[in-house]
């Protein structure tokens, strides 16, 4: 009697097929319709480059985006120019204070941080927004410039459309009890250590 040996090709679209159906699966079983919240926390790279893609592909089904940038926009960004000369339906706010070390001065901090956080406010209250990126909060909590509750508070109680990206380092527990998907992006290696300098189209 001769054994039945199934090729490479064979095994492998079984293997293949249960991957599907297991997908398949998930994806029947995610029937949820609302909007989301994101957290891209971590010491490593890309959080923010990370946010602006999630920019860009709601952009690119025409959807209205909201952006709010705490310490950064002292500096000049690549994303930024882009969406500011080619992209009318995103908001753009910026803190331009800079980095807290260079500043020095927290009670100008504080303040700069209370008024772009009324500007995210409004974001998180307006149903015409699909997306709004809160880019760098995370730092604002930390530092206690802004009061953590109001913010978790504010995420959970926007329009349920609405979907919302925060990034920065930390954030504390309760705001990553609030958000419906937590990444956390790892420093591994990176070129700064390495004395290499910051590079336009790569790193800002």
Not at 6 to 12: A, S
Not at 19 to 28: F, G, R, S
Request: glycine share 10%; proline share 1%; net charge positive.
């Amino acid at each position: 009697m001769t054994k039945n040996v199934k090729t490479d090709d064979e095994l492998h679209k079984e293997k293949m097929q249960k991957q599907k159906d297991k997908v398949d699966a998930h994806i029947a079983a995610s029937n949820i319709e609302r909007g989301v919240a994101i957290l891209m926390t971590g010491n490593g790279k890309g959080k923010t480059s990370s946010a602006f893609g999630m920019v860009f592909r709601a952009l690119g089904y025409g959807q209205k985006v909201g952006i709010v940038q705490f310490i950064k926009g002292a500096q000049e960004s690549g994303e930024v120019n882009f969406i500011q000369a080619h992209c009318p339906d995103a908001e753009i706010y910026q803190m331009g204070t800079g980095f807290t070390w260079n500043t020095q001065d927290k009670a100008a901090d504080i303040d700069a941080s209370e008024r772009t956080w009324k500007v995210a406010e409004r974001m998180l209250s307006d149903e015409s927004f699909d997306l709004v990126v809160l880019d760098e909060l995370t730092y604002m909590i930390g530092y206690k410039y802004l009061d953590r509750a109001k913010i978790v508070d504010a995420i959970a109680k926007r329009p349920r459309e609405q979907s919302v990206v925060v990034t920065g380092r930390g954030g504390g527990r309760e705001l990553r009890e609030v958000m419906d998907t937590v990444s956390d992006v790892k420093n591994i290696k990176h070129a700064y250590k390495a004395g290499i300098k910051a590079r336009k189209g790569v790193d800002c």
